[in-house]
Nanobody
Framework: QVRLVESGGGLVQPGGSLRLSCAASAHIFENFVMAWFRQAPGKEREFVAFISRGGDGEFVVDSVKGRFTISRDSAKNTVYLQMNNLEPEDTGVYFC?????????????????WGQGTQVTVSS
């Protein structure tokens, strides 16, 4: 079964860190672009970061640049989102997604496989 399973969310104080994990099937991990999106309460889902199939290219949105890093572990078929210096504005449900599109993209419409989401809450 093709699927993505996220983990690692939780409650953290401002300035703290979390690492999200997204475990994928081997087929997805080897052939799809992987990305993270997030959705804050009352807002639309937004792109956060993507990493290419081979892991040789990644991109993060400006609002998290310098604080978030996306990476992948081929031995574990897992993609990570390391989040440092978290801010209350980072609160939301974080989704892992996979795209079979030839080129990596920030547009959610091109991502055909989604995880169930993991809640991140940044609050004192």
């Amino acid at each position: 079964q093709v699927r993505l399973v996220e983990s690692g969310g939780g409650l953290v104080q401002p300035g703290g860190s979390l690492r999200l994990s997204c475990a994928a099937s081997a087929h997805i991990f080897e052939n799809f672009v992987m990305a993270w999106f997030r959705q804050a309460p009352g807002k639309e889902r937004e792109f956060v970061a993507f990493i290419s199939r081979g892991g040789d290219g990644e991109f993060v949105v400006d609002s998290v640049k310098g604080r978030f890093t996306i990476s992948r572990d081929s031995a574990k078929n897992t993609v990570y989102l390391q989040m440092n210096n978290l801010e209350p504005e980072d609160t939301g449900v974080y989704f892992c997604a996979a795209s079979g599109n030839a080129a990596a993209t920030i547009y959610s419409a091109y991502y055909s496989v989604w995880g169930q989401g993991t809640q991140v809450t940044v609050s004192s």
